[in-house]
């Protein structure tokens, strides 16, 4: 294969364009390689940088704007064999530097190219984390109140297996690039170029400007040797491989008959300490052992033991891809915490819904059925009620039965707990 560049999307550049020439020593270094379109992924971010996945015939990725390296590890955890490279310009290398500085912790077999032309040149030739004080730029004066970044230096410091700069215009580039992509851990390379478009209009440089500007930089080469190690992935699975292999998910047999078909949907609404998280756990192990689709979400505050705890459950005989509630099937209301979270879900209420609630909670009016239940009459303690609730649900059959109840909790607890879960369970069971 003489090229993987993309003959049908061929690269389109401003005319005098440093990545023109990057793209083009890039795929040079590749082919010398033997790397083929199946070898190679390139990930690409926002900016003209960001074009370089369109124009090779190889495996790619494009996404946010500083988020390449996230996508990038996970491709090379999954795929150790593949050869991934990350193009991302000045602008996507300061929006995402802290994703910069775990890539170069971890060591992960990746290489990243900085096409560094001090601006963000596809939005107006703003200032960037790179640009020179003394440039003139299109985002006025911010750039002379900020040190620009040497991203060479900040890399080798945050543990980068290799780190080196080069000019575009270097006749060595393609050689550069080849070690850089050889190296086995994260490999860096900060490539300075012109940006014509923009930049240079204002600013003068030159690749003779560049080159002396590189030359009286410190040599990052020194930190190579102390920064050396088992590339990421590799140290990963050596060290995965000395644990023990996790048991499989426990699979949940369809014991039991849910008491109605279709969607059914919960909203278990309490406090901080009442168990309703559990709760909603509980009712999604009621609806497994029935056969059923369950997903579960909660909404609670940072605070510990205070605030509102909520919990929303759908059981359904089909699979759920949709997890809003609108309407609840049922509504189990222990706390004026919760219920003040979602007022409006209680007035919108169809008749055919139902509402368990604890004495001494006001709700909002509403069509719904209401069954009151009294639980410090019957001895419950505040932490039992969204339990005991269940139970007055399961007396219904209305999407919960005492047989699937009674499945949940046996998956849910171990003896001694079960034994407390019944004792409240029987303090309802009339």
């Known amino acids: 294969m003489d090229s993987l560049l993309n003959s049908s999307r061929p690269a389109v550049f401003c005319p005098g364009c440093s990545h023109d020439k990057v793209l083009h020593s890039l795929d040079w270094a590749l082919i010398s390689m033997g790397y083929g379109g199946k070898d190679v992924v390139i990930v690409t971010d926002i900016g003209c940088s960001g074009l370089f996945d369109t124009f090779f015939n190889t495996h790619a990725f494009h996404g946010l704007h500083g988020r390449a390296l996230t996508y990038a590890t996970g491709i090379k955890m999954v795929r150790p064999d593949l050869k991934v490279i990350v193009t991302m310009g000045d602008g996507g290398l300061g929006i995402g530097g802290a994703h910069v500085l775990s890539t170069c912790r971890r060591n992960i077999g990746l290489t990243l190219l900085v096409l560094n032309n001090f601006n963000y040149g596809m939005t107006g030739g703003q200032a960037s984390s790179t640009t020179p004080r003394d440039a003139q730029v299109g985002s006025g004066f911010l750039n002379k109140l900020e040190k620009p970044m040497d991203i060479c230096q900040v890399a080798s410091a945050a543990g980068a297996g290799m780190v080196s700069r080069a000019s575009t215009y270097d006749k060595n580039l393609v050689e550069n690039l080849k070690e ?12 300075w170029g012109i940006c014509p478009g923009r930049y240079t209009r204002s600013n003068k440089l030159t690749p003779k400007n560049i080159e002396a500007s590189l030359a009286e930089l410190p040599d990052p080469n020194h930190f190579k040797a102390q920064n050396a190690r088992t590339e990421y992935g590799k140290a990963y699975r050596q060290e ?6 996790p048991a499989d998910p426990v699979r949940i047999k369809a014991t039991c008959t849910p008491p109605q078909t279709g969607r059914q949907e919960a909203v278990v609404l309490g406090s901080a300490g009442q168990r309703i998280i559990t709760a909603g756990e509980l009712l999604c192990l009621a609806g497994a052992s029935a056969g059923c689709h369950a997903t579960q979400k909660n909404d609670y505050p940072i605070t510990v033991m205070r605030g509102h705890s909520v919990s929303e459950i759908i059981l359904s005989d089909t699979e759920i891809e949709y997890t809003g509630i609108e309407n ?9 915490e919760g219920v003040s979270r979602r007022k409006k879900v209680i007035k919108n209420l169809f008749p055919e819904s139902l509402v368990i609630k604890a004495a001494g909670v006001e709700l909002p009016p509403s069509q719904a059925t209401v069954i009151e239940v009294d639980f410090k009459a019957r001895k419950i303690k505040s932490q039992d009620y969204a339990l005991a609730a269940l139970a007055v649900l399961a007396r219904q059959d209305k999407m919960l039965t005492m047989d699937m109840l009674m499945a949940a909790l046996k998956l849910r607890f171990k003896k001694a707990v079960f034994e407390m879960a019944m004792g409240v369970v029987e303090k309802v069971a009339d």
Do not use: E, N, R
């Open 180 to 191: 850089a992509i050889a190296f086995d851990g994260f490999s860096l390379m900060d490539i």
């Open 240 to 245: 995965a491989g000395k644990l023990d292999v």
């Open 328 to 336: 609840p099937s049922v509504v189990i209301a222990l706390a004026p």
